[in-house]
């Protein structure tokens, strides 16, 4: 399968150097510059827990450089406010039998690539691996866990299985799944306890679980995020929600979460995406998310704060 990573951060980078480190032919696409030329050059530096795994997939700063490609697979990894100009310039790239997978944070990925490709093209899902981007060319393998694909539409088939095969190859286990939106409302409820909190407080993920008032915080957002699902018809993965959170956390313990990593960085966070796609969706069903919607508005100050534009 050719594959082309858009958007080659901590997650991307971790996957682009699992799977070039596996064989398979695969290319990254990022805007930052000298993260691509560092790739080009030196290669991409995976460091594990068993040493460092150098690998030198194709890189370039924009899609239209890999004009003749015809990927079988594009691997959206962007922040979820760049999904919709990822997914358009995946056009030019996109074999005509070819699939876009999303393994994004947040609410509404899928569904704008799918705007783009339909959603038949689309596969989505979640990873539980982490990664940290430590500089340009330079990834952390940091927890490792499940990733769960499927499709936006149907149920799982070949080319499904195939993709969660390779990657599972490549040393990211990845299993097919029929429940997508179940996954992704599962990644988020997740996302809705941590991300925000962590990010506001400059907590690692496993601090939330020192303290009866980060606790009881995780509570109440996560409390807000299960009504929302339910009433979306959303089942979750699991039964109990906060139970799932603080274990997530404490599973995570030495992890940035991704938006502490991005305000620490000076970049744009997912609020939109994860705590306050909650509140949208609170509004549009008719449930009360005033705990959401204050962490969307802290983080939004706070973004502002730093100089960051949204
Ligand atoms: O966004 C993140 O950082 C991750 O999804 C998670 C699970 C919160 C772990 O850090």
């Known amino acids: 399968m050719k594959i082309v990573i858009i958007g080659a951060g901590a997650m991307g980078g971790l996957f682009a150097a699992r799977l070039a480190a596996a064989g398979e032919d695969v290319s990254v696409v990022d805007v930052w510059a000298e993260h691509v030329e560092t790739i080009r050059t030196q290669g991409l530096i995976l460091e594990t827990g068993e040493g460092e795994v150098r690998t030198k997939p194709a890189a370039v700063t924009r899609v239209e450089d890999l004009a003749a490609c015809a990927a079988d697979l594009v691997i959206v990894f962007v922040k979820s406010g760049m999904t919709a100009a990822a997914a358009r310039s995946a056009q030019t790239i996109l074999g005509p039998v070819g699939r876009v997978l999303t393994l994004q944070n947040g609410l509404g990925n899928a569904e704008m690539i799918a705007e783009v490709f339909g959603a038949d093209r689309v596969l989505a899902g979640t990873t539980a691996q982490g990664a940290t981007l430590i500089g340009p060319g330079r990834i952390r393998h940091g927890g490792r866990g499940d990733t769960h694909i499927g499709r936006l539409t149907g149920p799982v088939d070949d080319f499904c299985r195939e993709a969660a095969m390779i990657l599972s190859r490549a040393g990211i286990p990845a299993i097919a799944e029929d429940a997508v939106q179940s996954l992704i409302w599962g990644k988020l409820v997740i996302n809705v306890g941590i991300n925000a909190l962590t990010a506001l407080l400059r907590f690692t993920n496993g601090q939330l679980n020192d303290h009866a ?98």
């Open 213 to 310: 008032e980060t606790r009881e915080l995780v509570k109440l957002a996560v409390a807000e995020a299960v009504q929302v699902a339910a009433a979306s018809d959303v089942r979750l993965p699991y039964d109990n929600a906060v139970e799932k959170v603080l274990a997530v956390a404490a599973a995570t313990a030495t992890n940035r979460s991704s938006m502490l990593q991005d305000i620490l960085r000076g970049r744009a966070t997912e609020i939109d995406a994860i705590n306050g796609a909650l509140v949208r969706e609170g509004v549009r069903l008719g449930v009360p998310t005033p705990v959401n919607a204050t962490l969307t508005l802290l983080i939004k100050a706070l973004e502002k704060q730093q100089g960051i534009c949204g």
